[in-house]
């Protein structure tokens, strides 16, 4: 069984910032892209930030020089520190992982979703 939980959301002043982290747990052999989405009441879930395996970054071009994802091989957890937030950043931010493990083969993975919220 593989699980991708979340921490780190919670409610912050606009300029503010928060740090989300995400961990897997379970017989994994591989993690490919880890990433980071977020879906606003009424809006679609969009993708946030991504990062490969090979450590390679791809940002939302709204938060860009805001937000920076970054990955713990080891530790099988992805992080995004967010900075200079601003009330259209609020949302629900979705942990994903293209996970590999021989029970089930390759498929994506989300975490339960974790609430931040940006207002005075």
């Known amino acids: 069984q593989v699980q991708l939980v979340e921490s780190g959301g919670g409610l912050v002043q606009p300029g503010g910032s928060l740090r989300l982290s995400c961990a897997a747990s379970g017989s994994i052999t591989t993690i490919y892209t880890m990433a980071w989405y977020r879906q606003a009441p009424g809006n679609q879930r969009e993708l946030v930030a991504s990062?490969?395996?090979?450590?390679?970054?791809n940002y939302l071009d709204s938060v860009k020089g805001r937000f920076t994802v970054s990955r713990d091989n080891a530790k099988k957890s992805v992080h995004l520190q967010m900075t200079s937030l601003k009330p259209e950043d609020t949302a629900v931010y979705y942990c994903f992982a293209d996970i590999y493990w021989f029970a089930v083969g390759r498929r994506d993975y989300w975490g339960q979703g974790t609430q931040v919220t940006v207002s005075l």
């Open positions: 990062v490969t395996d090979g450590g390679s970054s």
